[in-house]
């Protein structure tokens, strides 16, 4: 014969709040072992205050730490408010069961200064995720307190970034008015200048200073170019050697074997030339090259390395990193000084052809290049030991220039 169960449930007004069942549970762990652990209930004296009758609140003592846990303010679970539990108890010998309404308690470590009751004033106007990054900065692993760091930055990156510059131009439009700004833009506009062209002076009177020197290289680079350039050629045999190694452009290559006799001369030559080979480089970068140190080689000084990571390249966010990268703007800016410093080398004369090769870009746009720098273009046979003579074009700086104002791509004929 099956042995029949029966169940009696005892409402709760038979029982005060404090002699319910009880239920916990730890926060940080299990309980394995509840004979070294002394359990309190604490209940509310306010009886005349029916909303705080029925507050408990439990305390545990262990041999490290206290517990405390309580069913109303900020740490309450939400659960005892929306869900009702119970607990039975069963007489094995007669077979019934009692069930008694049940309080649930969350037990939290306690430290001895702060309020058991009372939350944080400051908890209701912190978000979750403030909550997880304190955690993060206290207790987080290296590579999650990098994450941090990265996300921070990348936060004041698109908001303070945002609001200093809507500042700035506040303040500029009080200060200087809306007609003097427009005046401003109109003759910026009308400016003979591209962004990506080095500083042009149209009214020189010398070849030489249209495109300066020294607004080419800064005096502090062609010193530290001087201290550690391994291009000090004398000798066909060495110019040979360059050319099997496979590391050096072929416009280097070819300026090389017109190197002039006076020795400071050819060194100065050199060092220009070992310039150019820089720049060249750096053109034919990938993106993702030009966060190694190393990639520009160990031969550069780092003087030079950060000017050119100055000059020719931006900073960028990316997935919480800031990075340099190379637009074609950027890219467009390294072939004009690469030509500017070419015209130096060669008595403001350069065979475009050879650079063009180089930096692996068409010849319509280094041609659109060199017309926008107010060259002449030309078209010269080169003969080529081992092959037949081939078309160059030759770019000549000469005055007076015709500087275009901006890179013009050149225009499709249409066809009817």
Known sequence: MAVVGVWKY?????????????LVQFSNGKLTNSENVEFQLHKNIHKNNPRKKNQL???????????????????ALKCNSLCKYFVGVLNKRTGKMEVHDAQLFNMQPFFPGESATEGDPNEKNTSYREKVDSLIEAFGTNKQKRALSSRRLNRVGNETL???????????????????????????????QSTFLPPCHADAHKPEDVYKFEDLISPTEFQAIEAHCALKISTAEEICKLAQTGNYSSFVLESLKSLPQDEKSRDYKCHCLFYVHTLIRLHNLKNHELKHKGSLGSDVADVVKNSLMKNFTVLTYDNGRIKNVMPSSMKAKIVAYIIALALHINSF?????????????SENRIL????????????????????????????TLSLPLAVRSKLQGRKRKKTL
């Open 57 to 75: 609140i439990m305390s545990a003592e262990t041999d490290r730490l206290t517990y405390v846990g309580n069913n109303f303010g900020l740490s």
């Open 162 to 192: 945002q609001e200093a510059v809507a500042k700035a131009a506040e303040n500029i439009i009080e200060k200087k008015g809306i007609t003097a700004l427009t005046s401003e833009a109109t003759q910026f506009e009308s400016q003979d």
């Open 349 to 361: 004369q350069t065979d475009l052809t050879y650079l063009q090769r180089d930096l692996k870009i």
């Open 368 to 395: 659109d290049i060199a017309r926008a720098m107010g060259l002449n273009i030309a078209k010269k046979k080169v003969d080529i030991p081992g092959s037949t003579a081939e078309d160059h074009k030759i770019a």
């Open 10 to 22: 005892r409402p709760s007004a038979e029982l005060s709040p404090e002699q319910s069942a009880t």
